[in-house]
């Protein structure tokens, strides 16, 4: 796998304006690559599924189904990547852990348009108390 391409699609995650131009490039430089499914392990994220959920209740009022987040960790490239489902779709989910920034996108059975949401999660001050 090409380097230059995490960097790109790093970059990408930040900067771009049209956020399904980020997902586009993802499924035609790293999806359709032979060998790419094969890379990284599984694994679990707690930040990554928080906000998994938050945009299932944001977008489908539903939580994701229980058990099924699949995500796949690249340790070398700080980079998550996988899917979890919902009642009626998938939320899939682009994740670079060394910029804490992410994209998740809807893709349902009944779904007319599609949602797109990139998140980034800031590091709290020491001493800082959850409003919640």
């Known amino acids: 796998m090409d380097p230059k391409r995490f960097e790109t699609l790093r970059e990408m995650m930040t900067s771009a304006k049209v956020l399904s131009t980020i997902m ?3 499924l035609d430089h790293f999806g359709e690559v032979p060998g790419f499914s094969e890379l990284g392990h599984p694994a ?6 928080s906000f ?4 299932s209740l944001g977008w489908h009022q539903t939580k994701p189904l229980p058990n099924s987040a699949r995500l796949t960790e690249i ?3 700080h980079f998550i990547h996988g899917v979890c489902k919902y009642e009626g779709g998938f939320l899939n989910v682009l994740y670079f852990d060394d910029i804490q920034t992410g994209l998740i996108v809807s893709a349902g059975n009944r779904m007319r348009e599609s949602h797109l949401m990139r998140f980034s999660v800031e590091e709290k001050p020491p001493g800082y108390a959850s409003r919640n």
Not at 52 to 55: F, G, I, S, V, Y
Request: glycine letters at 0%; a negative charge.
């Open 24 to 26: 586009e490039y993802f």
């Open 44 to 49: 679990r994220n707690e930040i990554v599924e």
């Open 52 to 55: 998994l959920e938050k945009a």
């Open 75 to 77: 340790p070398e490239y």
